[in-house]
């Protein structure tokens, strides 16, 4: 299963590979709020969260924050600085108390030094993560936010089956700023949306959580085109 997820999650490497990082890797606890590391940091450490949820932005002059991706369990990221030798290009925040894996850039080298198949686990998963990026800019520009928002919450709800297995309903962590600040809508139109869907039986919001009753009208909803 984490073989076939891994071509088309951008942080998901093979079962060898994973396993490998984590013998090298030493936990950190994060509280909510907290900051991982900082725009312009040290590529110092490749990270996984281990439980939890963080989000990966950038912050403008003005003090605008943009969510560039929300990292959730199993995943791995801090990749591209990591092997560009760059800084930080954003700011990582855990949106809930969350356990992150660290493992030193020394050691990580190490094991794609001996192992050029590593290597190209990490180039495919750059790829899929920039893949990932470019369709988020063009939902942005071809499809109504009721589309985009539908498909972050199924993207988030499969997450949530994968790491915790099939059941119902599935409750996700959520953060109606944070989703506005994600697909660049102010926070009163998703609270518009959501309250809209609440409604029609499809979601139930509670406090910075939302739980999916039924994922085949969000899917409808998510097929939504701008024409």
């Known amino acids: 299963m984490q073989q076939d997820r891994a071509q088309h999650d951008p942080g998901i490497l093979s079962p060898e590979l994973d396993a490998a990082l984590r013998q090298h890797a030493?936990?950190?606890?994060?509280?909510?709020?907290?900051?991982?590391?900082?725009?312009?940091?040290?590529?110092?450490?490749?990270?996984?969260?281990?439980?939890?949820?963080?989000?990966?932005?950038?912050?403008?002059?003005g003090g605008r924050e943009s969510v560039l991706s929300v990292?959730?369990?199993?995943?791995?990221?801090?990749?591209?600085?990591l092997f560009s030798g760059e800084p930080r290009g954003n700011d990582a925040i855990a949106i809930v108390d969350s356990a992150v894996l660290t493992v030193p850039a020394a050691a990580v080298h190490q094991l794609v030094?001996?192992?050029?198949?590593?290597?190209?686990?990490?180039?495919?998963?750059m790829g899929r993560r920039y893949r990932m990026i470019l369709s988020r800019m063009d939902d942005t520009v071809l499809r109504p936010l009721p589309a985009r928002l539908a498909r972050e919450v199924l993207q988030a709800h499969g997450r949530e089956l994968e790491a915790a297995g099939p059941h119902y309903p599935v409750t996700l962590n959520f953060s109606q700023e944070e989703m506005s600040q994600m697909l660049g809508a102010s926070r009163q139109s998703i609270n518009r949306l959501l309250k809209q869907w609440e409604q029609s039986g499809a979601i139930k919001?509670?406090?910075?959580?939302?739980?999916?009753?039924?994922?085949?009208?969000?899917?409808?909803l998510a097929e939504l085109d701008g024409g």
Do not use: I
């Open 26 to 61: 030493r936990r950190r606890l994060l509280g909510r709020g907290e900051q991982l590391y900082a725009l312009g940091s040290t590529p110092d450490a490749l990270f996984c969260v281990e439980k939890g949820m963080l989000r990966l932005s950038v912050t403008s002059a």
């Open 71 to 81: 990292v959730s369990q199993n995943q791995w990221f801090g990749e591209a600085s």
């Open 113 to 125: 030094d001996h192992r050029p198949d590593f290597l190209l686990q990490f180039l495919s998963m």
């Open 205 to 220: 919001v509670a406090y910075r959580s939302l739980t999916v009753l039924d994922p085949g009208a969000l899917r409808a």
